[in-house]
């Protein structure tokens, strides 16, 4: 009688290295023989799969731009992709903020002595972002985005390009 067990993280590591592993493997294959298109592609799934774990796991705050206190979300979280589930709609607000489809930027208060938006001219506009987060986390998002849209696009184009060869 077999004894079934939960995955461990070792586990999941071992397999997300396997992964990484023959993606690596078949990627060096392809560039080998210059097939450009099926090594970049297999390049951007090892870059994206490591994206996705770097993001998955880098601390942070929510950052969603608050409805109705000025500010952002405090509440910190593990991960980039998905703001905190403890107040409603930052789930999702996060990444979309992120892209520019969350809930639109307000104007910053202005404080006294400073010069209102108006008085700065269309060329500097005073808005709060839609997420607060460092320049880095926010190249570590798109990156993660543009490579696994790129290896996503590239493994479809071999699988269609597969499947039209054995018809």
Request: include cysteine; aromatic fraction near 8%; proline fraction near 6%.
């Amino acid at each position: 009688m077999g004894r079934s067990r939960k995955a461990t993280a070792r586990d999941r590591g071992l397999w997300v290295l396997g992964l990484v592993l023959a993606a690596s493997a078949y990627a060096i294959n392809e560039l080998r023989q210059t097939h450009w298109r099926s090594g970049f592609g297999a390049v951007c799934v090892i870059l994206a799969v490591v994206l996705w774990l770097v993001m998955t796991k880098i601390p942070s705050h929510c950052g969603v731009l608050l409805k109705t206190k000025p500010g952002n979300c405090p509440n910190d979280i593990e991960g980039l992709f998905f703001g905190c589930g403890q107040a409603r709609h930052h789930l999702w607000l996060r990444p979309l903020g992120f892209i520019g489809l969350g809930r639109k930027p307000r104007p910053r208060p202005v404080r006294a002595g400073q010069p209102s938006a108006a008085d700065a001219g269309p060329a500097s506009p005073a808005l709060e972002e839609a997420v607060e987060e460092s320049g880095r986390n926010r190249a570590i998002f798109y990156a993660t985005l543009i490579s696994t849209c790129a290896g996503l696009t590239s493994a479809s184009v071999d699988l269609i390009g597969a499947f039209s060869k054995s018809s």
